[in-house]
């Protein structure tokens, strides 16, 4: 019998809360990304039917899709200049990890808020951007 993968995004105010499942501890958190933001990401992944939105959040059924919205919601949060242009980069670039970097990625994100919170996230943001060109 298998365990189906259900994670959560909880709301409040312009925050997002990431947690693993609904009564745990935020794993990453105080990101300044928005419901719909987020639900446009998960559009753009075509994953609409992995995702229920309540009216406090957002349950996630997927673990992919999840470690996608965290490590998207991270680099969307803690870039300075938001461009449509460099958006799309971004959504196109973590569309396309493989799921080896894409864990890389979201554990990187992850041990970076615990040991330094949202500065230590800028780091994460800034080397995945020039990782991937997203900033030219």
Same mark, same amino acid.
């Given at each position: 019998?298998?365990?189906?993968?259900?994670?959560?995004?909880?709301?409040?105010?312009?925050?997002?809360?990431?947690?693993? /499942? #609904? @009564?745990? +501890?935020?794993? *990453?958190?105080?990101?300044?990304?928005?419901?719909? !933001?987020?639900?446009?990401?998960? =559009?753009?992944? /075509? #994953? @609409?039917? +992995?995702?229920? *939105?309540?009216?406090?959040?957002?349950?996630?059924? !997927?673990?992919?899709?999840?470690? =996608?919205?965290?490590?998207?919601?991270?680099?969307?949060?803690?870039?300075?200049?938001?461009?449509?242009?460099?958006?799309?980069?971004?959504?196109?670039?973590?569309?396309?990890?493989?799921?080896?970097?894409?864990?890389?990625?979201?554990?990187?994100?992850?041990?970076?808020?615990?040991?330094?919170?949202?500065?230590?996230?800028?780091?994460?943001?800034?080397?995945?951007?020039?990782?991937?060109?997203?900033?030219?």
């Amino acid at each position: 019998m298998g365990t189906q993968f259900s994670g959560f995004v909880l709301f409040r105010k312009d925050r997002a809360y990431f947690k693993r /499942d #609904a @009564l745990g +501890k935020a794993e *990453v958190s105080k990101l300044r990304v928005g419901k719909e !933001d987020l639900i446009e990401l998960a =559009r753009s992944f /075509d #994953a @609409l039917d +992995k995702i229920k *939105v309540t009216r406090s959040g957002m349950w996630v059924y !997927d673990e992919v899709l999840y470690k =996608r919205l965290v490590v998207n919601a991270v680099t969307l949060s803690r870039m300075r200049r938001r461009s449509s242009l460099k958006t799309l980069r971004l959504v196109e670039a973590v569309g396309k990890l493989d799921d080896y970097s894409l864990h890389f990625w979201y554990t990187e994100a992850a041990s970076a808020f615990k040991r330094g919170g949202l500065r230590a996230l800028g780091r994460v943001s800034r080397s995945l951007r020039v990782l991937y060109g997203v900033d030219r």
